[in-house]
T-cell receptor, first 114, second 114 residues
Framework: KQEVTQIPAALSVPEGENLVLNCSFT??????LQWFRQDPGKGLTSLLL?????REQTSGRLNASLDKSSGRSTLYIAASQPGDSATYLC?????????????FGKGTKLSVIP | ETGVTQTPRHLVMGMTNKKSLKCEQH?????MYWYKQSAKKPLELMFV???????ENNSVPSRFSPECPNSSHLFLHLHTLQPEDSALYLC?????????????FGPGTRLTVL
């Protein structure tokens, strides 16, 4: 059964710092990996989707990498801003049974201090 | 705004009540999902509908009953719920049946069962 782990569970950084969020998964047989942002009490906003054949994706100040063989992904946020404060969730779509299944981590709660 | 709307945004109900959650997507997608997000737990997939047919049901208790009358609408009918069912219920949609397709989430319904 796929398991997704996100470390750290919470992170607090001063404004302007570059930071890295980590995601690991136990079964490397995946179709893709998706990073989401969730603001308190709100739904999920998709940030980046990396297909299993890709190594990284970039959107603005965000860069996500994928190392499928080692079961790892990182989300790099450059020049962090207070508006980046949110919970960041990583999810993988397995290539095995249950093709619609997205397995989520518990998230990393990011606080960017002005 | 992701193109997926959910109503109501907040719901408080007693254990003997019957209520329904509604989800509507304006993206032309034909797969829709219900997820449950409880405190300190990862998002859990409940149901998946593709082309208005249920394709996944992740061992959800029968007190939760989904309905998908067309590809744009998804309902979750609730009856005789328990306090532990209190959670954020998220709806998502994606295009086609492809395993590579990105899921877009609504804002969620915050459910409290008294």
């Amino acid at each position: 059964k796929q398991e997704v782990t996100q470390i750290p569970a919470a992170l607090s950084v001063p404004e302007g710092e570059n930071l890295v969020l980590n995601c690991s998964f136990t079964d490397s047989a995946i179709y893709n990996l998706q990073w989401f942002r969730q603001d308190p009490g709100k739904g999920l906003t998709s940030l980046l989707l990396i297909q299993s054949s890709q190594r990284e994706q970039t959107s603005g100040r965000l860069n996500a990498s994928l190392d499928k063989s080692s079961g790892r992904s990182t989300l790099y946020i450059a020049a962090s801003q207070p508006g980046d404060s949110a919970t960041y969730l990583c999810a993988v779509r397995d290539s095995g049974a249950g093709s619609y299944q997205l397995t989520f981590g518990k998230g990393t709660k990011l606080s960017v201090i002005p | 705004e992701t193109g997926v709307t959910q109503t109501p945004r907040h719901l408080v109900m007693g254990m003997t009540n019957k209520k329904s959650l509604k989800c509507e997507q304006h993206l032309g997608h034909n797969a829709m999902y219900w997820y449950k997000q409880s405190a300190k737990k990862p998002l859990e997939l409940m149901f998946v509908y593709s082309l208005e047919e249920r394709v996944e049901n992740n061992s959800v208790p029968s007190r939760f009953s989904p309905e998908c009358p067309n590809s744009s609408h998804l309902f979750l009918h609730l009856h005789t719920l328990q306090p532990e069912d209190s959670a954020l219920y998220l709806c998502a949609s994606s295009t086609g049946q492809g395993k590579h397709n990105e899921q877009f989430f609504g804002p969620g319904t915050r459910l409290t069962v008294l």
